[in-house]
């Protein structure tokens, strides 16, 4: 295998100080000096099992309207499947390479899915201290369980039944932002592709870093996404843009943290924002995640929903398919 994977990297720069200069980021990028440290409001934290159901639906609606995240808690999602979620994932990341590499993304695919090192191009040519795993895991169809890890072998059983529980919770989130708007309740579900919304489970591995000053795990972005359903390990380093600062996101063990993509900022005309985001790295300790991307099909086509569009407050999107949205975005040309 050609390409060289950041664990590898991170291997080799133990003992060091440094780090190659493609990882090291623009002074403006840098989270040793672009990261707030005063007091700041937190990301809000919503209880979706609380007894006033029109107080969560509020709740969602005026996070999404003004951080366009939330971590939810009470989901219903048992603590210990997120665990064992964590558990299988992180035995994969510590297989042998030859082993990983076995589900490496085929070059030139056209399928995202797979092992791998990065997305897309940077502009300035960095690259992000991080290595990750695609797959999809909703609906069957769509599955492709060559890209699931064989290994360990519960990898399989814990990753359909955390789609399982995974539904449920979405259900409920569209429902609400839905709602939120004024809209009947399946509105904005169906504007993202109804029953035919493809999940996409990423595993982001980032490893130890000599010099988390200078490098990004996941450069500043927006998901592609209707939303995002993440799940972190115990190292911090999610940090979202606000109000001009980037402050970073709590750890709330067992919580989800939304975030809501540009397909739902797109429907909603606006309304919703997508949140931009990145991730730092850590010295001593590797850190995790697990989002799970909730994707309309490549062909379906997304655009403001009309009832939120009229001669007052005119489409501000384009009606687009999502393949070639994504491709825009990807190759970093003009939507
Ligand atoms: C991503 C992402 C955040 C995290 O993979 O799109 O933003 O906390 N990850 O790892
Ligand atoms: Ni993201």
Known sequence: MEVERVQAIALSSLTKDSIPTEFIRPEEEQ?????????????????????????????????????GIFQVVNHGIPFDLIEKLQQVGKEFFDLPQEEKELYAKPNGAQTIEGYGSKLGKDLQGKKNWADHLFHRIWPPSRINYQFWPQN???????????????????????????????????????????????????????????????????????????????????????????????????????????HIGDQIEILSNGKYKAVLHRTTVDKEKTRMSWPVFLEPPGEFVVGPLPQLADEQNPPKYKAKRFKDYSYCKLNKLPQ
């Open 31 to 67: 989270p040793a000096i672009t990261t707030f440290h005063g007091p700041v409001p937190e990301i809000p934290v919503i209880d979706l099992d609380d007894h006033d159901q029109e107080k969560v639906i509020r709740l969602i609606a005026n996070a999404s309207r003004d951080w």
């Open 152 to 258: 360990p072998p519960s990898y399989r059983a814990v990753n359909e039944e955390y789609a399982e529980y995974m539904r449920r919770v979405v259900d409920k989130l569209f429902k609400s932002l839905s709602i939120g708007l004024g809209l009947a309740p399946h509105a904005i579900k169906e504007g993202a592709g109804g029953e035919e919304m493809e999940y996409l489970m990423k595993i982001n591995y980032y490893p130890t870093c000599p010099r988390p000053d200078l490098a990004l795990g996941v450069a500043s972005h927006t998901d592609l996404s209707a939303i995002t359903v993440l799940v972190p390990n115990d190292v911090p380093g999610l940090q979202v843009f606000k109000d001009g600062l980037w402050i970073d996101a709590k750890y709330i063990p067992g919580a989800l943290i939304i």
